[in-house]
Structures are given as structure tokens and as C-alpha cells.
């Protein structure tokens, strides 16, 4: 995959306006992306506005607070034993919307479901270095590492690993209502508050806290613009775009300082793109200073390797030959590259880029054609869904840890791959350090 740029997820869209929770009037908020259905994680992988509905009404065992520090949730408290490798978790007492209790039974099923062979939970290859997951306790659950993961609640805090049962969570927010436009929040009761009520009385009615919009970002921005919204969530890069063009001052326009993959990923083909040299080509091209003097707004840094540098796990990190090679020089090479190429008979059809169709996809796009005509290539864009040549990538690491980043390439991932690197993968899984 070419090095491309450090994501930053976006957008945090907020009004100069009270705290709207706490007020008698529900907030506003408008999700950027279609209206999610609250499915298992380990049966399909949430969607960013499902993930933002879990985060509230379906925690895991601990949760990450506004400074991305991990705070319990389920889990009352921990502690961690033998150097990193066992953490015990005592549960806090909550009870289903019957009357039952959360029992660690329950978490233990649901995390060892989420690692299972045919679990489609996008944390399973981070959770191969489980070894033990056990109810010690209706109330404790045990999980044993084979080996220290320093990450490993900020794993367990992720929306992939939230507790359902069916489509209910435990968190302090459920539905109270929805229809085909929005969804409503309210404080989820918990069985026991209704224990002092009279007999015959019925619980009060919990006020809606939230109406949740979800809908594309154009739209959710000229909400927020004519002052139907009080918060408009969930964009991502390409999105900026819309957010700029109604001149947010700065302390309305808000980033997620998140590290992620943001680039192109080769799918694997014959002909020109099953050559490494030719994908370095491609690579070599694009001048990630032009793509970052886009994002001004954004404290985005380029990033010279797939993994994040400074990751302290790791040494050293190789940087490709040419990486700070003056742009035009290395077009040039790229250049000679292709015509030898074609020079040997062989053939180079426009590829296909596939990227989503919104005003800060076809931008991107641009970007990525121009660079590649200067070698003499052509490129033509196709919708996320069509068959493709790259695929444009973004997606927010779920902890520091430099593993995750890797497993993205493994096989069976539908990029261009490596088997030695998959074998190095597991080799370095099995190390003791």
C-alpha cells in the first residue's frame, strides 16, 4: 500500500450553545451516514453511526472518556496481574429490561464469540493473543494473555466489543422512539429504580434526551446551518469540505486527533499492479505535501510508514529509498518505470479508483490523477462497490499498538499481500516480548 497521510477522524460540528443534556429541551444531533441497526458486532461490523449509538447504549467492559482514557462501564473495577498478563474484572449491577442480572456468563460469551473462526468482529486478529477468558464468579471474569498487549483496554473499550443481548444494551441511553427520519434517546431505567413506586403506580415517563438525525453530510451540515442542530457527528476527511463551506469559526469546528490508515490499497491483479516495482511507481508520483496543503484546517502530519512513527514497541522503522527524494526526480524514475514497461509489450488500461462520490472523493481523485498522468497513466474513478484497481482507505486505529496496522494487508484482506509477512506476523505474536 503507497504511505499516504496520518488520519484525523472527523468532524465534531458544535454550537455555541448550552449544554443541552441538561436543559428540558433534547439536543439535537445530526450523524453523518444512513440510520443504523444495533446488530451483533461479532456478525457484522458496525457502521460509524451504529458505533456512535453503542458507545451510549451498549458498552463492553470499560469505556474511553472525552480524553480517550479507559473508565469502567461494565466492569466495576479491575485490576491487573503477572506483569500485564491477567486482568480480573469485578461486574457493576446491572440488570436487563426483564429483571435479570448481567452475569460474567454473558461477557464471556460475547468475547469469545468476538474471537471465534467465524466471527466477522473487525478486532478478531487482535484478539488471537487471548488465552483464557473465564467466569470466575457470576460476578468476576477473568481474561488471560499469552503475552503483556500494553493496549489491551483501550481494546476492550471499542463499540466492536459491546455487550448485547438481541438489540439491548447497558449503557445510560435507549431508544425511546424512531422513525424512518430520526431515532429518540432518553436515560435507560434501570429495573431496580422502580422497586420504591406505590403499587399500581407507573414509572414516570423518562424524557427524551436526544433526537438523532441520520443523513448524508451536506445535510446534516445545512441543518446545523439554519439552526435545526445543535451537533453534527460522524464525518470523516472527505467530508471537510462541507463543513468549510459555511465558515465554522474554530471553536465550532472540533477533530478527533485520531491515528488510523489513510492511502490507497492495491487490489490484487495481473498485468501492471502485480508488479511491485509498478505499485512503487504509483506510489512514488503522489506529492503528499499537495494532498496536505488541502486539509489546512486539519493538525494532519504526513506519515512516512504504514505504522505510525514514535510507536515504542518497535525499534526502527524502514522508510522506502526514495521517500525523500526531491517530488520531480522521483516522478522522473516513476516515469522511466512505465515506459519499460510498455516498452515490453505490456499494457496499462486506466485503473480504477474506487472512492466514495462525494465533492471531497472527486478532489481527492483529482489529486491522485494528475500525479499519475505526470508518469504517463490514466485514471478513472468507480464507486466503493465496483470492481477496482485501489481502493481508497480510512480507517481509525482501535489502540497504539503497531500490530493492528499490519494485520490490515494480512491475506484473505483483499489487498496485495505477503505470505512471509503473514508468518513474520505470527512469529511475532508468539514472541515472549
Partial sequence: MPRRLLTLLLLLLAAGCSDAF??????????AGERPTLADPNR?????????????????????DAEGQVEPALARRWIVLDDGVSYIFRLA??????GSELTAAQIVSQLRAARAPDSRNRLRPLLRDIELIEAVTPEIVE???RHPRSDFLQL???PDLAVLRGSEGLGWLEIAGANAERVQLRARREPADEEDLAEGEAPAEAPVRALVYFEPMPRAVARFELGRADVVLGGTLLDLIYAE?????????????VQGLFGLGFVPREGFLADGENRDAL??????????????????ERQRTIIPEGVTELRRLTLPDWYDVDIEARRAYAADIVARWRGAGGEIPPLRVAIPASEGGRRMFAEFRAAWRTIGIDAVMVAPDRPADLVLVDRVAPSEAPDWYLAQFRCGSGFVCSETLDRALDAMRAAPD
Fill in 22 to 31: 441538561g436543559e428540558n429541551e433534547p439536543v439535537v444531533v445530526s450523524v
Fill in 44 to 64: 457484522a461490523p458496525p457502521r460509524r453511526g451504529a458505533a456512535l449509538l453503542l458507545e451510549g447504549m451498549a458498552p463492553g467492559l470499560v469505556t474511553l
Fill in 93 to 98: 449491577d446491572r440488570h436487563w429490561r426483564d
Fill in 143 to 145: 481474561i488471560v494473555l
Fill in 156 to 158: 476492550l473499550a471499542q
Fill in 245 to 257: 463551506a459555511i465558515e465554522p469559526s474554530n471553536d465550532q469546528l472540533l477533530f478527533d486527533p
Fill in 283 to 300: 506510489s512514488m508520483a503522489i506529492s503528499r505535501r499537495r494532498i496536505m496543503a488541502a486539509f489546512d484546517r486539519i493538525a494532519a
